[in-house]
Each structure stands twice: as structure tokens, then as C-alpha cells.
């Protein structure tokens, strides 16, 4: 259905996390059928100023149910607005698909996730081309987990990847086992942007940007602070903050036994050290320096010309994902910023991450609009849905995956699956908040004491 001043494209985003809340609902935005390539913030320094505005998006965001999904304060940080937005379980969400027409829908779960609903999808769009074009992706950096989280996306029209270098190992994973490589497209984290680094400010700021499950012992994590309180020590006339991603209570897209927060109760920082909240693009808006392990928020920093740090200090090993930050420039250890280290990234490896702030930034989602419009337009709509994981190709894998979600492995629902379309009311509502809060004391407290006493 093209998209009109009196018929705007319709969006759906589904999304487990905050993180992919964010991810799934800044892509919408930027793949919208006869949409932007950029954010409307960022339209002022693009001119354009006689073009015909684009109509707005109808955005549906669904939140699926479980032990990530996001607080009303998660959401808000994340600062991207929906038209509506609800909690849903995956049965749920296929009977909403089942009744509902959409242009586009965009999957930001965990790769058993999209599999789980993309075979729930085939069977409920079955014998009709008229369902919406369906797209998927990762969150940040790719470093684990590679053939194993693609082959679980496959299926979906776009498999969005967020530089060349990642649809390079994208499409050779796919090609590799026989797999239809061309919904693979290149385009870039979608949340980039914000005002360019031109200079130190007063006072000068140090950024540290916790990761929830990097690293993931007390004594790596206390070392990491330790560190990070020294440097405020070191260097009074800075600012020093840790960013954090939650707070307690509440989860992320990866578990967090140890927050941060817990362990500076233990200490006596410095009146220059703070912790932070909110959205990370603010946080870097007064960054002069950003250090990290391996968070995607280096790659935010480095579109903006942000000094970015690495830390080398734990070692760079594929566990933690520093690894990935090979080549960059930005690899470095506390001793080297203690004693005033500023690093200069690889301008060949940045633009290799899809992160150059040199103007390519701005085209990069065209190709995927491009695609989802010729889809949309295609005579006699759109394809069935071909997860390259069947009954037949995966049998031993496949059901355990869709059982999870109480699908069967013809993606119909399974006896006992949740049947309620509606809102859950007060008693279910609480006896969810109670679980869930069961589940995150496990996590939090129970789990480290268990894993203590193992190690006796």
C-alpha cells in the first residue's frame, strides 16, 4: 500500500528488551516506506527544504512478555514515541498479525525469538501474499554467537546489518549452508546521531559505559571500578561518570547479577565521580573521552568524533567482546589513560562499521527503503515466508525453540497457550510483577551466593 499524505505507512515493532525497543523502533523510523534517512532532528543540516515532508509513520509497539521486558522508565529513556504500545505474549501477538494489516514489521527479539514467530507467521499467512514485509537485525556489534543467531533470522524478507563488514560475514554464513543470502542489507546502527565533538569542555568529562553481563565476575567488575574511582582521584579537575543502563530491579537485554550500583555502595568515591541514567546520546553530548569494554555505545561515540576507548586492561578476548574493536585505534588500558592517553580511531575501520560521520551516514538505510517499496509493490503480493530451520532440517532443534514460545512445530499454538487478547487484569498484573521479581532476586542475589559456595 503506498504511502500517502492521507494514508501513511503502518508499522509494527516487536520488541523484547529495552535495547531492542530502541533498536526495532529507531529502524522503523528509518525504513518507513517514503520515509527519512535520518531522524527529523538531524533534517535541519540537510537542506531539503522545498522536498514534500514525508507522511508519519503509524507506529504499534508490542512488547513481548518476559523477563527483559522493559519498565515504563526504560521506555521513557529510550525516548522513542509509539502510537500505541502494548505487552503481549507470542500467541498473542500472531492473532493481533492474523487480523491487523501492516506495511512493515520489524522482529528485535533474541534470534530464537524471531524464529519462534516467523513460523508462527508462515502458518497464519498461509495461502495469501498479503502480509506485510517482514524485517530483522541485530541490536549493536555482533561478536558471538555468529551462524547461530543468523540462521535463527532466517526467514525474514531484510536480515538488516549494521555495517559492510557484518553483511560481509552475513551473507557467507548464509551462502555457506545453502541458505538464500539476498534479504541480507546493509545499513547502520539507526539510533547514530546527535551534535559532532568539536572540542574539550569545563569541566572535561570521562564517560564509562556499563555493560550488564561485561565482564561478569564481582572481581573483574570491582576491578573495572576500582579503576574507573582511581582515575576520578587521579584527575580532581575531571568528571567522571559511570553510565548505567538500569537500575536495580530492573533488566536489560543480558542479565546483570552484579550492578554496578551494589559495589559503589561499598566505596568512598571521590565528590568528581557520579553515577548516571538516561539516554546515552545526552550522556555523550558532554563526553570528552568514552571507555568502555565493548559497549555499542562506542560505536555512538565514534560517529561523533567522540575520543573512544577500548579497555585492554581484562585482556582482548572474544568473551568480552573487545575483540571486535581490532584495527579501530581505540584499544587501550587504564595506565595509558591515568597518564593522559587520547586515542585516534582508524578512519578505514570506522567507515568498515558504518559509523563515519562523513556524510555516507545519510544514505544509509535508502537501500533498505528501496527494497521494502519493491516488495510492497510486487503483482500478487508477497512470497510465503521460507525460515531455512523446518521439521525436517532441524528436528532436534527447531520444536524446542517454538515450545518455548507454546508453539507446535507447524507454528500453530500449543494446548494451554495463553488465550486472553485482552489486558491482563489487577490479579494477573500482580502475580507478573511478583514473578518477575522472584526471577530478578534469583539473578541478583540468590545465583552469586550459590556460585560462591560452588567455588569453595
Same mark, same amino acid.
Given at each position: 500500500?503506498?504511502?500517502?499524505?492521507? +494514508?501513511?505507512?503502518?508499522?509494527?515493532?516487536?520488541? $523484547?528488551?529495552?535495547?531492542?525497543?530502541?533498536?526495532?523502533?529507531?529502524?522503523?523510523?528509518?525504513?518507513?516506506?517514503?520515509?527519512?534517512?535520518?531522524? %527529523?532532528? $538531524?533534517?535541519?543540516?540537510?537542506?531539503?527544504?522545498?522536498? &514534500?515532508?514525508?507522511?508519519?509513520? !503509524?507506529?504499534?509497539?508490542?512488547?513481548?512478555?518476559?523477563?527483559?521486558?522493559?519498565?515504563?522508565?526504560?521506555?521513557?529513556?529510550?525516548?522513542?514515541?509509539?502510537?500505541?504500545?502494548?505487552?503481549?505474549?507470542?500467541?498473542?501477538?500472531?492473532?493481533?498479525?492474523?487480523?491487523?494489516?501492516?506495511?512493515?514489521? !520489524?522482529?528485535?527479539?533474541?534470534?530464537?525469538?524471531? @524464529?519462534?514467530? *516467523?513460523?508462527?507467521?508462515?502458518?497464519?499467512?498461509?495461502?495469501?501474499?498479503?502480509?506485510?514485509?517482514?524485517?530483522?537485525?541485530?541490536?549493536?556489534?555482533?561478536?558471538?554467537?555468529?551462524?547461530?543467531?543468523?540462521?535463527?533470522?532466517?526467514?525474514?524478507?531484510?536480515?538488516?546489518?549494521?555495517?559492510?563488514?557484518?553483511?560481509?560475514?552475513?551473507?557467507?554464513?548464509?551462502?555457506?549452508?545453502?541458505?538464500?543470502?539476498?534479504?541480507?542489507?546493509?545499513?547502520?546502527?539507526?539510533?547514530?546521531?546527535?551534535?559532532?565533538?568539536?572540542?574539550?569542555?569545563?569541566?572535561?568529562?570521562?564517560?564509562?559505559?556499563?555493560?550488564?553481563?561485561?565482564?561478569?565476575?564481582?572481581?573483574?567488575?570491582?576491578?573495572?571500578?576500582?579503576?574507573?574511582?582511581?582515575?576520578?582521584?587521579?584527575?580532581?579537575?575531571? /568528571?567522571?561518570?559511570?553510565?548505567?543502563?538500569?537500575?536495580?530491579?530492573?533488566?536489560?537485554?543480558?542479565?546483570?547479577?552484579?550492578?554496578? @550500583?551494589?559495589?559503589?555502595?561499598?566505596?568512598?568515591?571521590?565528590?568528581?565521580?557520579?553515577?548516571?541514567?538516561?539516554?546515552?546520546?545526552?550522556?555523550? $553530548?558532554?563526553?570528552?573521552?568514552?571507555?568502555?569494554?565493548?559497549?555499542? &555505545?562506542?560505536?555512538?561515540?565514534?560517529?561523533?568524533?567522540?575520543?573512544?576507548?577500548?579497555?585492554?586492561?581484562?585482556?582482548?578476548? /572474544?568473551?568480552?567482546? +573487545?575483540?571486535?574493536?581490532?584495527? %579501530?585505534?581505540?584499544?587501550?588500558?587504564? $595506565?595509558?589513560?591515568?597518564?593522559?592517553?587520547?586515542?585516534?580511531?582508524?578512519?578505514?575501520?570506522?567507515?568498515? @562499521?558504518?559509523?563515519?560521520?562523513?556524510?555516507?551516514?545519510?544514505?544509509?538505510?535508502?537501500?533498505?527503503?528501496?527494497?521494502? &517499496?519493491?516488495?510492497?509493490?510486487?503483482?500478487?503480493?508477497?512470497?510465503?515466508?521460507?525460515?531455512?530451520?523446518?521439521?525436517?532440517?532441524?528436528?532436534?532443534?527447531?520444536?524446542?525453540?517454538?515450545?518455548?514460545?507454546?508453539?507446535?512445530?507447524?507454528?500453530?499454538? *500449543?494446548?494451554?497457550?495463553? &488465550?486472553?487478547?485482552?489486558?491482563?487484569?489487577?490479579?494477573?498484573?500482580?502475580?507478573?510483577?511478583?514473578?518477575?521479581?522472584?526471577?530478578?532476586?534469583?539473578?541478583?542475589?540468590?545465583?552469586?551466593?550459590?556460585?560462591?559456595?560452588?567455588?569453595?
Amino acid at each position: 500500500m503506498p504511502a500517502s499524505p492521507s +494514508n501513511p505507512p503502518r508499522i509494527a515493532v516487536l520488541a $523484547d528488551s529495552d535495547t531492542r525497543w530502541k533498536w526495532g523502533a529507531s529502524t522503523a523510523g528509518r525504513i518507513a516506506p517514503g520515509g527519512r534517512t535520518a531522524p %527529523s532532528a $538531524d533534517a535541519g543540516s540537510r537542506g531539503g527544504a522545498h522536498a &514534500a515532508p514525508a507522511p508519519a509513520p !503509524v507506529l504499534d509497539g508490542f512488547l513481548l512478555r518476559g523477563r527483559a521486558t522493559p519498565t515504563p522508565r526504560q521506555l521513557a529513556e529510550v525516548g522513542v514515541r509509539a502510537d500505541s504500545l502494548r505487552e503481549v505474549t507470542a500467541v498473542e501477538f500472531l492473532r493481533v498479525m492474523a487480523r491487523e494489516s501492516y506495511d512493515v514489521l !520489524v522482529l528485535a527479539l533474541v534470534g530464537g525469538g524471531v @524464529q519462534a514467530v *516467523l513460523h508462527g507467521l508462515k502458518r497464519i499467512w498461509e495461502g495469501t501474499g498479503e502480509r506485510p514485509v517482514v524485517v530483522t537485525g541485530y541490536v549493536g556489534v555482533v561478536y558471538e554467537k555468529l551462524a547461530d543467531g543468523l540462521l535463527l533470522r532466517h526467514g525474514a524478507d531484510l536480515v538488516l546489518a549494521n555495517s559492510r563488514q557484518d553483511a560481509e560475514r552475513f551473507r557467507a554464513v548464509y551462502e555457506g549452508v545453502g541458505a538464500d543470502a539476498a534479504p541480507v542489507t546493509e545499513v547502520a546502527l539507526p539510533f547514530l546521531g546527535g551534535t559532532p565533538y568539536t572540542g574539550e569542555h569545563d569541566p572535561y568529562t570521562v564517560v564509562f559505559a556499563a555493560q550488564p553481563s561485561v565482564p561478569e565476575s564481582r572481581k573483574d567488575r570491582a576491578y573495572l571500578l576500582d579503576r574507573l574511582v582511581r582515575h576520578a582521584r587521579l584527575h580532581p579537575e575531571r /568528571e567522571v561518570l559511570l553510565k548505567l543502563r538500569s537500575r536495580p530491579g530492573e533488566h536489560t537485554t543480558h542479565l546483570e547479577e552484579l550492578p554496578y @550500583q551494589k559495589l559503589v555502595q561499598r566505596i568512598d568515591p571521590p565528590a568528581n565521580f557520579r553515577l548516571v541514567y538516561g539516554n546515552m546520546g545526552e550522556v555523550l $553530548d558532554r563526553a570528552d573521552l568514552m571507555v568502555t569494554v565493548s559497549s555499542t &555505545a562506542a560505536l555512538e561515540s565514534l560517529h561523533r568524533r567522540i575520543p573512544t576507548v577500548v579497555l585492554t586492561d581484562l585482556g582482548i578476548r /572474544e568473551a568480552l567482546g +573487545n575483540h571486535h574493536f581490532v584495527g %579501530s585505534g581505540c584499544l587501550a588500558s587504564w $595506565d595509558q589513560l591515568d597518564a593522559g592517553h587520547r586515542p585516534a580511531a582508524d578512519e578505514e575501520w570506522v567507515a568498515r @562499521q558504518g559509523v563515519a560521520a562523513d556524510g555516507a551516514y545519510e544514505r544509509a538505510f535508502d537501500t533498505a527503503r528501496e527494497r521494502i &517499496a519493491r516488495l510492497l509493490a510486487r503483482p500478487g503480493g508477497l512470497p510465503p515466508l521460507t525460515p531455512y530451520y523446518t521439521p525436517a532440517t532441524a528436528p532436534g532443534y527447531l520444536p524446542g525453540i517454538l515450545a518455548r514460545h507454546h508453539l507446535a512445530p507447524d507454528g500453530s499454538p *500449543l494446548p494451554g497457550a495463553p &488465550a486472553a487478547d485482552a489486558e491482563p487484569g489487577p490479579v494477573r498484573r500482580i502475580v507478573r510483577r511478583a514473578a518477575r521479581g522472584a526471577y530478578r532476586h534469583g539473578v541478583q542475589r540468590v545465583a552469586p551466593v550459590v556460585r560462591r559456595m560452588g567455588e569453595l
